[in-house]
């Protein structure tokens, strides 16, 4: 069974506008990844942020992590079509061995033109 | 830098056939896990292969098998074919004990 849960499942904007998907976890982590995929073809890694951290940036996006809540956020600012695409999010439990990654579902994101 | 390779990019079987994926991890990385994603799913983590080792396994049956060469390079090798084993097979690489897969473009098998 899958650990994270994204929210929501879809989202459709305009190009321009911020996008803002949310992920909820189970258990404890060392830390959460955001990935993108583009039409069901591999995985690209967007950010990862370690469970001791509460916001971090990368250009365009930005995510922050409550560990209290055992949530994080993506925000992608300026949005473009290019950003069409499934994004996930990813955790590896605390003390696992490895990086075994448990994902979510996924967040379709929509960005028309 | 080449990054995370898999063959075939597309496969077609049917029931009860055999199956085996190729994966070339990222240049410097030393541990292969391998995840199976449905259609509109996300990835499911199969198994990770470290030091030609299975350490550590998700909920498969023993139809999923694999294998790690000594170049770090890895197999994924699936038995007695089911419609339900129809999926995107995504390989992926990194450093241990850092953080920070890095996935290959996937293979997808079509069981028939």
């Known amino acids: 069974s899958q650990q994270g849960e994204e929210d929501p499942q879809a989202l459709s904007i305009q190009e321009g506008e911020n996008a803002t998907m949310n992920c909820s976890y189970k258990?404890?982590?060392?830390?959460l990844q955001w990935y993108r995929q583009n039409s069901g073809r591999g995985l690209v890694h967007l950010i990862l942020?370690?469970?001791?951290?509460r916001e971090k940036h990368s250009g365009r996006l930005r995510v922050t992590l409550d560990t209290s809540k055992k949530s994080s956020s993506l925000l992608i600012t300026a949005s473009r079509a290019a950003d069409t695409a499934s994004y996930f999010c990813?955790?590896?439990?605390?003390?696992?061995?490895?990086?075994?990654?448990?994902f979510g579902a996924g967040t379709i994101l929509r960005v028309k033109s | 830098d080449a990054g995370v390779t898999q063959s075939p990019t597309h496969l077609i079987k049917t029931r009860g056939q055999q199956v085996t994926l190729r994966c070339s991890p990222k240049s410097g990385h030393d541990t292969v896990s391998w995840y199976q994603q449905a259609l509109g799913q996300g990835p499911q983590f199969i198994f990770q292969?470290?030091?030609?080792?299975?350490?550590q396994r998700g909920n498969f049956p023993d139809r999923f098998s694999g294998h790690q060469f000594p170049n770090y390079s890895s197999e994924l090798n699936v038995n007695a074919l089911l419609l339900g084993d129809s999926a995107l097979y995504l390989c992926?690489?990194?450093?241990?004990?850092?953080?920070?897969?890095?996935f290959g473009p996937g293979t997808r098998l079509t069981v028939l």
């Open positions: 990813a955790t590896d439990a605390l003390g696992e061995y490895g990086n075994k990654l448990v």
């Open positions: 258990t404890s982590i060392n830390n």
């Open positions: 942020i370690r469970s001791n951290e």
């Open positions: 292969y470290y030091e030609e080792e299975e350490r």
């Open positions: 992926a690489s990194s450093l241990l004990p850092g953080p920070g897969e890095f």
